[in-house]
C-alpha cells in the first residue's frame, strides 16, 4: 500500500512539474511573439517616417501653385494618418517612462511637416538649404529614437 | 460637469478630406470649418463632442485656424473651451494633444 500510495506521489510530482514548465516555455514563447509583433510595428511606423520626410522635401521644393502639390500633400496627410494609427495603437501597449511619449513625438513631426504654409496655394517653392528641411528632419530623426525606445523598454 | 448637446462629426457633417487655412487654399478649410460649425455649436449651451475620426488626415494649418483661430480671432477664452469642448480621436490620439496646444499657446495672443 505504502509503495503504491509513493507511485502515485511520484506520478502527481511529474505531472505538476510538467504542468510548470510547459506554462514557462509558453509564457516565453508569449514573450518572444510579443516583441517580434512589437518589433514589427517599430520598423513599419520607421519606415513611414522615412517615406514622410522624402514627401516633405518633394512638397516643399515646389511652389503651392504647382499642379503636384494637390495630390503631394493629400499623400503626406495619408501616410501620416497611418503612421498615427500604428503610433497610438504603440502608446497603448508600450510605455515609455521618462521620455518623450510617442504621441507627442509624432504630433511635432506632423507640426513641422504641416503647420505653417502647408496646403496654401501662395506659397513660395523653398530652396534646399531652408530651415524647414533642418527642422523636418530633427522631428523625424526625434521620433525614430521615441520609436527605438518604446521598443526597447519592453520587457 | 455640463452635459454634451452637441456632436460634431468632421468626416460626416463637414468632409472627410480636409485642407489648408483659409477660402483660397480650397472649399473645405479651417476658417470656414471655425466660422461655420465651431462657433455656431459654441454659440449654444452645452458641451460639444468633436469626434475627429473617418477623415483622410488633417494638416496642422487645418487644426491651428480652426481651433487656435477661436482664441486668436473669435475672443474665447482657453478655459472657455476647455469647458465646453470634448475631443475624440480613437484613430490618432495625438490629434487631440496638437488642438489643446493651439487652443493654450494661442491664450492672450
Redesign the interface.
Known amino acids: 500500500m505504502a509503495e503504491l500510495i509513493q507511485s502515485w506521489g511520484t506520478l502527481i510530482s511529474l505531472m505538476i512539474g510538467g504542468l510548470i514548465t510547459w506554462g514557462i516555455r509558453s509564457r516565453i514563447a508569449a514573450k518572444g511573439q510579443r516583441k517580434k509583433d512589437i518589433r514589427t510595428l517599430v520598423d513599419g511606423a520607421i519606415n513611414l517616417v522615412e517615406e514622410i520626410q522624402d514627401l516633405a522635401y518633394t512638397y516643399y521644393i515646389k511652389a503651392g501653385s504647382d499642379t503636384d502639390t494637390l495630390e503631394s500633400s493629400q499623400k503626406i496627410k495619408s501616410k501620416l494618418k497611418t503612421l498615427g494609427n500604428k503610433i497610438t495603437h504603440l502608446h497603448k501597449i508600450v510605455r515609455v517612462r521618462n521620455g518623450t511619449s510617442l504621441l507627442t513625438a509624432h504630433k511635432n513631426l506632423r507640426q513641422s511637416v504641416t503647420l505653417s504654409d502647408f496646403e496654401s496655394r501662395t506659397r513660395a517653392a523653398r530652396q534646399t538649404d531652408d530651415p524647414i528641411f533642418e527642422d523636418i528632419s530633427a522631428k523625424a530623426g526625434r521620433l525614430m529614437e521615441v520609436l527605438e525606445e518604446s521598443y526597447k523598454s519592453v520587457k | 460637469m455640463t452635459t454634451v448637446k452637441t456632436m460634431i462629426k468632421i468626416a460626416n457633417d463637414f468632409y472627410d478630406?480636409p485642407?489648408?487655412?483659409?477660402p483660397?487654399?480650397?472649399p473645405y478649410n479651417g476658417e470656414r470649418f471655425r466660422n461655420e460649425y465651431l462657433i455656431p455649436a459654441l454659440k449654444k449651451d452645452g458641451r460639444i463632442l468633436i469626434d475627429l475620426d473617418g477623415t483622410?488626415?488633417?494638416?496642422?494649418?487645418?487644426l491651428?485656424e480652426s481651433f487656435g483661430g477661436l482664441v486668436r480671432q473669435c475672443g474665447y477664452s482657453s478655459e472657455e473651451l476647455h469647458e465646453r469642448l470634448q475631443l475624440k480621436s480613437?484613430?490618432?490620439?495625438?490629434?487631440i494633444?496638437?488642438i489643446w496646444?493651439y487652443i493654450d499657446e494661442a491664450k492672450g495672443s
Open positions: 478630406a485642407t489648408g487655412r483659409f483660397a487654399d480650397g483622410d488626415g488633417y494638416g496642422s494649418s487645418f491651428e480613437e484613430e490618432d490620439e495625438s490629434f494633444e496638437e496646444q
